[in-house]
């Protein structure tokens, strides 16, 4: 079960999969091999009937900022502007992660354990049910590094908390805290910090023992708002994303970033 994957950490607990983002290192940063394998987790996830609910969460590692994850890393967005290959693969995966987690109709809990940006935002706010930790920050952050926003966060942000916030957060790269996330509707709850995990694995369980065919049908149907925002200029995002970052524009604010 699970076999193949080198970058992800992946343990199974009976009906329920954990999965764990990154090393705990860099606010759990993804390499390119790291993010190639997230869409493939969750096609194997919905794959195995054995399993009916599975919890995503950021590596923890002793000395280290607890982080969910901050998306690529800053050597990955400086290989991406150069590198036309590294782009083309790169935004394959995004749309491939961002279609995989829209079919997927089994549950997805995440515990927002610490930052969660790019990528990892949209793993985040592309589950069923999301545990924010108080000290938790979300942010878009495309705009930080001079690139459109195209991972996921054009369908994610403005169903949540409709099209005016989702400008006012998409538009400048700002960070939300979990007390102003819950409020406006992006995150389920905020819990006390250290406590995401045990309640969303808490969440998965009740879910697991739930009764499934009628809750796989039912998140189907919600999942169908997803699929129209999709329609609506997801790919579009992804495409002006992909020719933003190979920018001058993008590398200046990639060695800024760099810099801090």
Do not use: C
């Amino acid at each position: 079960m699970f076999g193949g994957f080198k970058h992800l950490k992946i343990e199974v607990r009976g009906p329920i999969v954990l999965l764990r983002l990154g090393d705990g290192s860099r606010l759990n940063a993804m390499e390119i091999d790291g993010h190639a394998e997230l869409p493939l987790f969750f096609r194997e996830f919905q794959r195995l009937e054995e399993l009916s609910a599975a919890v995503v969460t950021g590596s923890t590692a002793p000395g280290q900022k607890p982080a969910f994850s901050v998306g690529g890393n800053l050597d990955l967005l400086r290989l991406m502007n150069v590198d036309g290959v590294v782009r083309s693969r790169i935004f394959g995966d995004a749309l491939e992660l961002v279609r995989s987690l829209i079919d997927l109709d089994k549950p997805l809990v995440a515990a927002v354990n610490g930052h969660a940006m790019g990528a990892g935002a949209i793993v985040a706010l592309l589950s069923d049910f999301i545990y924010m930790e108080k000290k938790a920050l979300l942010a878009d952050g495309h705009m930080r590094a001079a690139i459109a926003a195209g991972d996921g966060g054009t369908i994610a942000w403005p169903l949540a908390m409709g099209v005016v916030k989702a400008k006012q957060y998409l538009l400048t790269g700002d960070f939300i805290d979990a007390v102003e996330a819950e409020r406006l509707g992006l995150v389920t709850a905020v819990v006390p910090d250290g406590e995401s995990l045990e309640t969303s694995l808490a969440t998965a369980k009740r879910l697991a023992d739930g009764p499934q065919a009628a809750l796989r049908a039912t998140k189907r149907a919600i999942q169908s708002h997803l699929r129209h925002a999709y329609t609506l200029g997801f790919e579009q995002s992804l495409l002006a994303e992909e020719v933003n970052v190979s920018s001058e524009e993008a590398r200046s604010a990639i060695e800024r970033l760099s810099s801090r």
